[in-house]
């Protein structure tokens, strides 16, 4: 996902978009228009995906912070793993400052990019 399509909308308050992909995903974090993190991880399972998310908004200090986690996928397989690691994340509510939106296709986001 380009930074171009990652600024599109408000990013003043704090965002992190988790764009899963076959084989890894890619968690950045906006806040007040500027880039705070961008990494990319490995994962294997939907756990690993909540695992490396919890692990850096902790790490960042922004886990009591009021926010949005947006997911984006690539193709289904990866939407099957970013909406079981949203029903993770609902259900043990590790995150209650912060609104989880529903899964989008990465795609929509290349096109608006043009």
Do not use: P
């Not at 500027?34 to 850096?56: Q, R």
């Not at 509510?93 to 989008?104: F, L, P, R, W």
């Amino acid at each position: 996902m380009t930074l171009r399509a990652l600024f599109q909308g408000s990013t003043y308050k704090l965002k992190t978009i988790v764009s899963v992909y076959d084989d890894y995903m890619n968690v950045s974090i906006i806040q007040k228009n500027e880039l705070k993190f961008s990494n990319a991880f490995e994962y294997h399972n939907a756990e690993d995906i909540v695992y490396h998310l919890m692990f850096v908004i902790e790490q960042k200090g922004f886990k009591e912070e009021k926010g949005e986690i947006q997911f984006y996928f690539q193709n289904k397989e990866s939407q099957e793993f970013a909406n079981k690691a949203i029903e993770l994340l609902k259900e043990t509510q590790m995150i209650k400052s912060h609104t989880i939106i529903e899964s989008e296709n990465s795609a929509k986001l290349q096109l608006l990019c043009v």
